[in-house]
């Protein structure tokens, strides 16, 4: 028998999952803008006897680079226009602080502070956030050539290249991007329908609910766009709203594991494909006849669904009020008002902007005490590792010591080979495209195609060639000790107040939707809304989940014993939706007690998860009449107060 390694010698889970690539496609497309949009800039500054202001050019570019991740255009004007104004404030801050000492600590740390607190709004404000803090410590640590306006103007137009690049194919491709997302959204609820009854349910479902995000966040981004009213932005959420009845009837078909015949699942992706090439023509669905109470449901839904795809006149008149029945978003200074309110009073907002001015505070300081050459690099550390909304703490700053190592192998290669001049073009050319190749796979990937990329800018900076590695390699790693010890392990509290206080909220409003539900006078464009707005948050949550997933004990281990009561409400979602299935196709209604004992025993679950961090089982004792079309969600109820921690 072949011997076996000593257990000692197996890695930890937490550290295998940090190390394991993520499966992604080559995005082609954004690789050859990266190529051209970091090689042009250091082109033209060489051909002008300017090469330091052609650097700082493809340092926006490389900025503009790892923001280039959205599909639809719109998406993109945001995800890249937004964050360079954000990083021209930066860059500009930190060059007039340049050289002045303890001026300086304080300027950036007070940048730190609201880079923090502005990060909590949302996708766009978070990587507004992260070049503001990035451009303001290179400003601050890295002396510019020019006047101080000149390199915010250099790096943002470098930053804006990028975007010129991403949108050369909107007036080709418009709206190509929207349909398809949508398109992939009906095919990813024909793959739930066709999971039903079997184990792949819950990973499918948990898809929907990220491709439908995804489909909703593209079409009202489009919508922000336009003052007046476009029909096809009309007609992607009427197709969106139409999915949600065959979602709703999903729950149904999987809990009474009635599988459903192979051409409905099939009739879903013929809808797909006539969304995603803008037919709207007659659609034959051959469906089979339904046999029960469930499969009319789904068939009725479906039905629904092929009218609103193929007819427009239909989808105008039975939609017309497709954007209340989403909510429609407040104007965009009502919008701007009130995130700037919720910053302010909002406990997790001066949480995270504390812990992050704290690290950024203390690494200026060090190397304001301790002479540490182009000292700007341990912030940039800091600010990439601490982003909890871009993943564990723990894990950015192992996988961003290891991405430094790799990516300073490669970059001694170039420094020790590649003279300085022109030959950096082509070099550079090369190694753009690798960070959208490698980024989606993982974050230590993506540092180990940034680094070559940064030294080979600051080395046309300050000339130093490979005099810039071990520098580099000392300040990547003491700025991950600074964020692992300021920005983790004094934080032990955090992990409840980023998870468990997030689920706690989940399984009070999962009461009020189970309130609402079943109530006397339901709305049924704000019952999908509240189910909507559950699920996205349900998701947000597992994803949370998993990246505790990846920190070692005791984080790690909570995670892992918590999880399962994230699934668990999930489940009990699930069978309310189910229930409302059953009620609009004759089920008899259950009583407002029925109703309240539920959704007191949701709150009692809720209240008790505020206050520990570890589980413990707690007694339940939810009956009711037999039969009724509440029991399948008081087992799942009784099964999540019953889920208790591992010893």
């Known amino acids: 028998m072949p011997r076996q390694l000593p257990s000692v010698l197996t890695p930890p889970d937490w550290l295998v999952r940090n190390l394991r690539p993520q499966q992604a496609p080559i995005p082609w497309a954004a690789a050859s803008r990266a190529a051209i949009a970091l090689a042009l800039p250091l082109a033209i500054g060489l051909a002008a006897g300017e090469p330091a202001y052609g650097a700082l050019a493809s340092m926006g570019a490389l900025s503009g680079v790892i923001g280039d991740t959205a599909d639809a255009y719109r998406m993109r004007i945001l995800n890249i226009a937004v964050p360079q104004l954000f990083g021209a404030i930066g860059v500009t801050i930190g060059s007039l602080v340049f050289g002045h000492g303890w001026?300086?600590?304080?300027?950036?740390?007070?940048?730190?502070?609201?880079?923090?607190?502005?990060?909590?709004?949302?996708?766009?404000?978070?990587?507004?956030?992260?070049l503001l803090l990035l451009n303001c410590s290179i400003g601050a640590g890295l002396p510019l050539p020019g006047s101080w306006w000149l390199a915010p103007v250099l790096m943002s137009g470098g930053g804006l290249l990028v975007l010129a690049l991403a949108l050369l194919a909107w007036p080709l491709?418009?709206?190509?991007?929207?349909?398809?997302?949508?398109?992939?959204?009906?095919?990813?609820?024909?793959?739930?329908?066709?999971?039903?009854?079997?184990?792949?349910?819950?990973?499918?479902?948990f898809a929907v609910t990220q491709s439908l995000n995804q489909s909703y966040d593209l079409a009202l981004a489009r919508r922000a766009f336009h003052h007046g009213r476009s029909p096809e932005v009309v007609r992607l959420l009427a197709q969106l709203n139409a999915i949600t009845p065959v979602i709703e009837a999903a729950p149904a078909v999987h809990q009474f594991n009635e599988p459903l015949a192979p051409e409905v699942p099939d009739a879903l992706r013929h809808l797909a494909d006539a969304v995603e090439t803008g037919y709207t023509g007659p659609i034959g669905l051959g469906l089979p006849?339904?046999?029960?109470?469930?499969?009319?449901?789904?068939?009725?839904?479906?039905?629904?669904?092929?009218?609103v795809v193929s007819d427009r006149d239909a989808d105008k008149a039975s939609l017309h009020n497709v954007d209340d029945r989403l909510g429609r978003p407040a104007a965009l200074r009502v919008r701007a008002t009130r995130a700037a309110r919720n910053v302010l009073l909002s406990a997790a907002s001066w949480r995270y902007g504390l812990r992050l001015a704290l690290c950024i505070g203390l690494a200026q300081a060090l190397v304001s005490l301790v002479p540490v050459p182009r000292s700007y690099w341990v912030a940039l550390t800091i600010t990439f590792v601490m982003k909890p909304d871009f993943g564990s703490v723990f894990s950015r700053a192992l996988l961003r010591a290891l991405g430094t190592v790799a990516g300073l192998v490669v970059a001694a290669a170039v420094l020790a080979l590649v003279p300085l001049g022109w030959w950096d073009v082509p070099v550079m050319f090369v190694?753009?495209?690798?960070?959208?190749?490698?980024?989606?796979?993982?974050?230590?990937?993506?540092?180990?195609?940034?680094?070559?990329?940064?030294?080979?800018?600051?080395?046309?900076?300050?000339?130093?060639?490979?005099?810039?590695?071990?520098?580099?390699?000392?300040?990547?790693?003491?700025?991950?000790?600074?964020a692992l010890v300021a920005g983790y392990l004094l934080w032990p509290e955090s992990w409840h107040t980023r998870v468990g206080d997030r689920l706690a909220d989940a399984v009070a409003d999962t009461a009020r939707y189970?309130?609402?539900?079943?109530?006397?006078?339901?709305?049924?464009?704000?019952?999908?809304?509240?189910?909507?707005?559950?699920?996205?948050?349900?998701?947000?949550?597992?994803?949370?989940?998993?990246?505790?997933?990846?920190?070692?004990?005791?984080?790690?281990?909570?995670?892992?014993?918590?999880?399962p009561l994230v699934v668990a409400t999930e489940r009990i979602v699930d069978a309310t939706t189910a229930a409302g299935v059953r009620l609009r196709h004759g089920a008899q209604r259950p009583s407002p007690a029925e109703i309240s004992h539920v959704a007191l025993q949701l709150r009692e679950l809720s209240d008790g998860l505020r206050e520990t961090d570890t589980l413990i089982a707690v007694r339940t004792d939810l009956t009711g009449p037999a039969g009724s079309v509440l029991e399948p969600l008081r087992q799942e109820v009784a099964a999540a107060r019953a889920i208790a921690s591992p010893r």
Do not use: K
């Open 103 to 130: 001026a300086a600590v304080g300027a950036v740390t007070g940048v730190a502070l609201v880079s923090g607190m502005i990060s909590t709004i949302g996708a766009v404000a978070s990587v507004s956030s992260l």
């Open 173 to 205: 491709r418009s709206g190509v991007p929207e349909r398809a997302a949508v398109a992939h959204t009906y095919r990813t609820v024909a793959d739930l329908l066709a999971a039903t009854g079997t184990e792949r349910y819950v990973d499918v479902r």
């Open 289 to 307: 006849v339904p046999t029960n109470e469930t499969a009319r449901a789904v068939d009725h839904a479906l039905r629904h669904a092929a009218d």
């Open 431 to 482: 190694l753009g495209p690798l960070i959208p190749v490698l980024g989606p796979r993982g974050y230590g990937y993506q540092t180990a195609a940034v680094t070559p990329v940064i030294l080979l800018l600051s080395d046309v900076l300050n000339h130093l060639g490979t005099a810039l590695l071990v520098p580099r390699l000392v300040d990547s790693l003491i700025g991950c000790a600074i």
């Open 514 to 563: 189970v309130e609402y539900a079943f109530g006397t006078d339901v709305d049924p464009a704000a019952r999908a809304r509240m189910r909507r707005r559950l699920y996205r948050d349900l998701s947000a949550i597992r994803t949370e989940f998993q990246r505790a997933l990846s920190e070692p004990p005791p984080n790690g281990r909570r995670a892992a014993a918590w999880l």
